[in-house]
């Protein structure tokens, strides 16, 4: 009696949850289908991600040539059918070095954004389930963290750690965490409200139980939305903090740090060398902001107005 | 009660604050030993390791240091940059009026590009401008500012041959020389933050529109535009105060870029420069001048709802 009981308070999960099991292919290819006509600006998003994602993948087979690869009697020679996007300063084929650089973006975007969203699902889950003065110490410590401005924190712990993509990664991913910590704490106290969830303490479940079985699958959703529009906002403050010098270093080719540096230098001259790298960094992010916005439409529509 | 509500959010504001210094005092504490050594070799600040480690004071208990640090900054001494060997806190003083004045600008122009384009997109709601309105809003929070800055200067200089002035305008020489030079890099800083703005002041006007008093006043026969300001918007407009709030950090965080690139001499650039001199006290008070900034902004906001809505009782 108590087994089918649980079954049927697990079952009245407070949100929808991404997409039910056992669906198979079709079903997907119809969930896409839909998500696809409802939300065309989301779909736009969608694509934009996923070629990008192609392009961090394949850059060896997609990229004509190599990112260090000088070409002779092409210096800073402007978009042509051999250089798509021109040349730099450096003889390089720009094209090339763009489809190198989404391997920086998505590289450290994604795992900034699971190292932070992992941190923030651990402090917003446990502040909400714990509550008391666990809670408000957190808090107040968060608080304290949100009131730095983000860029003036990140530059700060780089200046403490040293340049280099780890510790890029490891200061944007504090304030990843941060930030969204508040909005996880907020749907997992949502979720704490729940009857299931009183029922699984009443059944005597002990905390990690209640937590990973009953909670946090039901902000699975909240946190699928913030992932997608936090990817965005990560590649842009890795974009500024590759400007400012503090990404990774050269040769390699990330899209803020060829807009600095040489690209500043013969903007005048080449300006195809300022306009491509950061066409793709806005496309980017322009990508994820579509892709999360009509996620949280379809998925989430409480989280409105979060951000 | 407008004073016990004021001292209930200090109470809460004082322990962030306290919280935040840590931080700020910490994180020079992080510093690998070697990057000391390396300062030692770059400043020649002083004659060996430990006398560095004394002047910096580092070479007492970590909660003495704060104590004595924390009574410093009661006093106003923030301690001297490294590099020029000035009290920071005369250095922040030259440059805080430029920084402040490029953030309210910012802010300026982020309000007077959201409210109505906000109150449009939500006043005529899946029309082609709500359309146009929303997919700009989305672009504009994902153009990087540097990128736009940099685009900003060279293609005018390369189309017209006009170049922004370089150089930097004080207000007392040429007032209005030292205004415009600021109008374009406030702009490139409002922008993510107008955008925001914007779509939440449609999203909230969208919200108040929909309540039964707007219908009431739309049986009145009271004009749309008049419906729209005074009942919808009056209405929708707290959680944009809030996300004004917000957005100041952001703000703040964009002077180093802006500033950076139009060789402004504002706090983001000080702060720019004394992280790549590794010049830790200056780095220490501009963090902390900054945060204070954010959190006396945000108990002003708080305040402010009152005055803006008058349902709100402390």
Same mark, same amino acid.
């Given at each position: ?13 407070p ?13 997907w ?9 409802r939300?065309?600006?989301?779909a736009i ?11 961090a993948?394949f850059?060896?087979h ?16 402007p ?7 021109g ?9 090339s070095?763009?489809?190198?650089g ?5 590289t450290v975007?994604?795992?900034t954004?699971a ?9 917003g ?7 008391g ?16 401005p983000?860029?003036?924190i990140?530059?700060?712990v ?17 304030i ?7 909005v996880i ?25 209640i ?12 946190i699928i ?18 400007f400012?010098?503090?990404g990774v270093p ?20 080449a ?6 790298p950061?066409?793709?960094?806005s ?11 009509a ?13 | ?9 200090l ?8 919280i ?27 004659k060996d ?8 004071g ?6 003495v ?8 900054v ?9 590099w ?12 805080l ?5 490029l ?5 300026v122009?982020?309000?007077a590009i ?6 449009l997109a ?6 082609l401008?709500?359309? =146009?309105?929303?997919?700009v809003?989305? #672009? /504009?929070?994902s @153009? *990087?500012?540097f ?5 900003l %200067? ?8 006009w ?25 490139i ?5 107008a955008?925001?703005?914007?779509r ?5 006007l969208?919200?108040?529109l929909?309540?039964d ?9 009271l004009?749309?535009s ?10 929708? =407009? ?5 996300l #004004? /709030?917000?957005? @100041? *950090?952001?703000?703040l965080?964009?002077t180093?870029? %802006? ?24 780095i220490?008070?501009v ?5 204070s ?11 402010l709802?009152?005055v803006?809505?008058p349902?709100?009782?402390?």
């Amino acid at each position: 009696m108590s087994t089918t009981a649980t079954i049927d308070l697990n079952g009245a999960a407070p949100s929808p949850t991404l997409v039910r099991r056992g669906g198979g292919a079709k079903r997907w290819a119809r969930a896409l289908a839909r998500f696809a006509v409802r939300k065309p600006l989301g779909a736009i998003g969608g694509v934009i991600v996923v070629a990008m994602l192609v392009m961090a993948l394949f850059a060896e087979h997609i990229a004509p040539y190599a990112y260090d690869e000088t070409i002779r009697g092409a210096r800073m020679k402007p978009p042509s059918a051999a250089h798509w996007l021109g040349t730099d300063n450096l003889s390089r084929d720009l094209w090339s070095r763009v489809v190198y650089g989404a391997r920086v973006s998505v590289t450290v975007g994604f795992a900034t954004i699971a190292l932070g969203i992992a941190v923030a699902t651990a402090i917003g889950v446990s502040s909400a389930y714990f509550g008391g003065a666990y809670d408000l110490v957190l808090q107040r410590v968060v608080d304290a963290w949100l009131s730095f401005p983000y860029l003036v924190i990140i530059l700060s712990v780089m200046a403490v750690l040293g340049p280099g993509r780890l510790n890029l990664i490891i200061s944007v991913a504090i304030i990843a965490a941060a930030t969204n910590s508040r909005v996880i704490r907020g749907a997992a106290l949502t979720v704490m409200q729940s009857q299931f969830v009183e029922a699984a303490r009443a059944m005597g479940c002990g905390h990690a139980r209640i937590i990973l079985r009953h909670v946090l699958p039901n902000v699975t959703a909240t946190i699928i939305i913030l992932a997608t529009i936090g990817l965005g906002a990560v590649i842009l403050a890795e974009s500024a903090l590759s400007f400012l010098g503090f990404g990774v270093p050269p040769p390699y080719p990330s899209w803020g740090a060829m807009l600095s540096g040489s690209g500043r230098t013969y903007m005048f001259r080449a300006p195809w060398m300022a306009v491509w790298p950061g066409v793709a960094i806005s496309l980017a992010v322009f990508g994820f902001n579509m892709l999360g916005d009509a996620l949280r439409d379809v998925l989430d529509p409480r989280l409105r107005g979060t951000r | 009660m407008l004073k016990r509500y004021l001292a209930r959010r200090l109470v809460i504001a004082i322990p962030s604050l306290l919280i935040a210094s840590v931080i700020v005092f910490t994180l020079p504490r992080l510093i690998p030993g070697d990057a000391v050594q390396l300062m030692l070799a770059e400043t020649s600040y002083a004659k060996d390791i430990d006398e560095l480690r004394a002047k910096l004071g580092l070479d007492r208990a970590l909660p003495v240091q704060y104590a004595e640090w924390v009574a410093h900054v009661m006093r106003g001494d923030l301690g001297e940059s490294l590099w020029t060997r000035r009290p920071v806190l005369d250095e922040l003083a030259h440059r805080l009026p430029v920084s402040a004045e490029l953030a309210l600008y910012a802010t300026v122009i982020a309000l007077a590009i959201a409210l109505p384009i906000g109150v449009l997109a939500a006043a005529r709601q899946d029309s082609l401008a709500d359309y =146009v309105a929303r997919s700009v809003a989305i #672009l /504009g929070l994902s @153009l *990087p500012s540097f990128w736009l800055a940099t685009l900003l %200067i060279v293609m005018p200089a390369i189309w017209w041959g006009w170049r922004p002035v370089t150089g930097f305008t004080d207000l007392r020489q040429d007032p209005v020389g030292h205004i415009v030079q600021l109008l374009l890099p406030a702009a490139i800083l409002g922008i993510a933050s107008a955008a925001a703005l914007m779509r939440l002041t449609r999203g909230m006007l969208l919200e108040a529109l929909r309540q039964d008093y707007v219908r009431t006043a739309q049986a009145k026969g009271l004009a749309q535009s008049v419906v729209v300001v005074k009942h919808g918007l009056r209405n929708a =407009v707290i959680p944009v105060i809030t996300l #004004l /709030g917000t957005q @100041l *950090p952001l703000i703040l965080g964009g002077t180093v870029v %802006i500033e950076t690139i139009f060789g402004l001499p504002g706090v983001g650039r000080f702060l720019f420069d004394a992280i790549n001199q590794r010049d830790y006290p200056v780095i220490q008070g501009v963090n902390l001048l900054v945060v204070s900034t954010v959190v006396l902004v945000n108990l002003g906001v708080d305040v402010l709802y009152g005055v803006l809505d008058p349902r709100i009782r402390y």
